[in-house]
């Protein structure tokens, strides 16, 4: 199981993690709320019916890897469809970023609850719901995209990312990009049993 989601009975996985591995994880995950951020969203005071139809950005994000994490939903250059990606942005970015961070907070809070049963033993089996797997998913794949936006990865480049030599400055974070796909991929695996 070592570094490879598995199937729980009753559905779910369970992955083994060190306590290295589970130190990364959550700082990243961290990071990529922090890079989040609140977005356009309504006061938490606010009235909850106006909160629903709170308008969001109708702009994209300047920052690379947040365009990646929220592109336009259209992608020719016509002033029609410019004006339509712009509508859309508006009355699903907020819901989008909000998801976001939620699956997130939800890996925090599972390496979090993991690292507080295993204190001493050097790492844990982390065990997810199915409900938590799909959360999970979803943050691997934020942070991939961040991570590979971050690196400018592209797909001619993937086969050259395995041979970096260990002096290039990027091979930490081209490690960690490695080592998040190979984790996604097995979740997804692990979730179409």
């Given at each position: 199981m070592?570094?490879?989601f598995?199937?729980?009975p009753g559905g779910g996985a369970a992955v083994a993690l060190d306590d290295v591995e589970i130190s990364i994880l959550r700082s990243l995950a961290v990071q990529l709320m922090e890079l989040i951020g609140p977005g356009d969203e309504p006061a938490k005071d606010a009235d909850p019916l106006?909160?629903?139809?709170?308008?969001?950005?109708s702009k994209p994000p300047s920052d690379p890897a947040l365009k990646r994490l929220f592109p336009d939903a259209y992608g020719?250059?016509?002033?029609?469809?410019?004006?339509?990606a712009s509508d859309f942005r508006r009355f699903t970015e907020n819901d989008l970023r909000a998801r976001k961070r939620e699956d997130a907070l939800g890996v925090v809070r599972a390496l979090d609850a993991l690292s507080a049963d295993a204190a001493g033993e050097g790492g844990a089996v982390l065990?997810?719901?199915?409900?938590?797997?799909?959360?999970?998913l979803g943050a691997l794949n934020d942070l991939r995209l961040t991570i590979g936006t971050r690196l400018?990865?592209?797909?001619?480049?993937?086969?050259q990312l395995y041979r970096l030599p260990d002096s290039d400055p990027r091979k930490p974070m081209v490690m960690a990009y490695l080592w998040l796909?190979?984790?996604q991929e097995s979740l997804v695996e692990t979730l179409m049993y």
């Open positions: 070592a570094g490879r598995e199937t729980l106006a909160a629903l139809f709170a308008e969001g950005p020719d250059d016509s002033e029609e469809l410019r004006a339509a065990k997810l719901t199915p409900d938590e797997s799909r959360a999970w400018e990865v592209t797909d001619d480049e993937g086969e796909g190979a984790l």
